[in-house]
């Protein structure tokens, strides 16, 4: 059985992730490394174990988490499909059952907010997780004065907290923004999209999807 830890340590799959993450630094990305890869896969389970998945399909999450964005070794345009084709010939290189590949492919394909759709529960937890990965230590730019507007707004969250309440009927991002390098509405202009994304994938999951910035309720 291919595991999560496989896949992790995995040396051809990590080359692929900094290689890609090198082609978004030139191109003015914000991280897409390990850090986000990992945190990624660590949301992915909680949202899952949390809402009672059973363990197969967590650690199926977990890989997808951890592999979804090598599509962009290839191209940023259309990453989470050509990510999923990657995906497919290194799982299926390493034997994994067609079904578990299929999971995790199909997650990978939808991850993108373009033309991702949550169609279960894995790429419903993967676009949540994916999505809700926005933190200041995303920023590469160190020069504050040639920020673009994915810049300021990633900078000026200076704390992000994902969490589902109690009952399991509610997935929180909640978010602290420094206004004075962003206003809000900012975070809208390049996030509105997925965090529409996101109330879908929350309602395949049967939970509900709440913004909450600087303590108001957004959506």
Do not use: W
């Not at 986000?36 to 809402?51: A, C, G, P, Q, R």
């Amino acid at each position: 059985m291919v595991t999560f830890e496989d896949i992790k340590n995995n040396k051809d799959i990590r080359t692929y992730i900094t290689l890609a993450d090198k082609s978004l630094l030139t191109l003015g990305f914000t991280e897409h490394s390990f850090a986000h890869v990992t945190k990624v896969s660590s949301d992915v389970e909680y949202i899952l174990s949390t809402l009672g998945a059973d363990k197969h399909t967590i650690e199926l999450a977990k890989i997808a988490g951890f592999m979804h964005d090598i599509g962009n070794l290839i191209n940023r345009i259309d990453h989470s499909q050509s990510g999923a084709i990657m995906a497919f010939r290194i799982l299926d290189h390493l034997k994994m059952p067609a079904e578990d590949v299929a999971t995790i492919v199909t997650a990978i394909g939808n991850h993108d907010e373009g033309t991702g759709v949550a169609v279960n529960e894995v790429a419903a937890a993967l676009i949540l997780a994916d999505k809700c990965d926005v933190r200041r230590s995303r920023v590469r730019n160190r020069d504050f004065s040639t920020f673009d507007i994915h810049d300021r707004v990633n900078y000026s969250v200076t704390s992000s907290r994902l969490t589902i309440n109690d009952e399991r009927t509610e997935i929180v991002l909640e978010l602290e923004i420094d206004t004075s390098i962003s206003p809000v509405m900012d975070y809208f202009e390049i996030f509105l999209n997925r965090m529409v994304m996101c109330r879908k994938a929350a309602e395949k999951l049967d939970v509900r999807f709440r913004l909450i910035i600087n303590s108001q309720s957004i959506m």
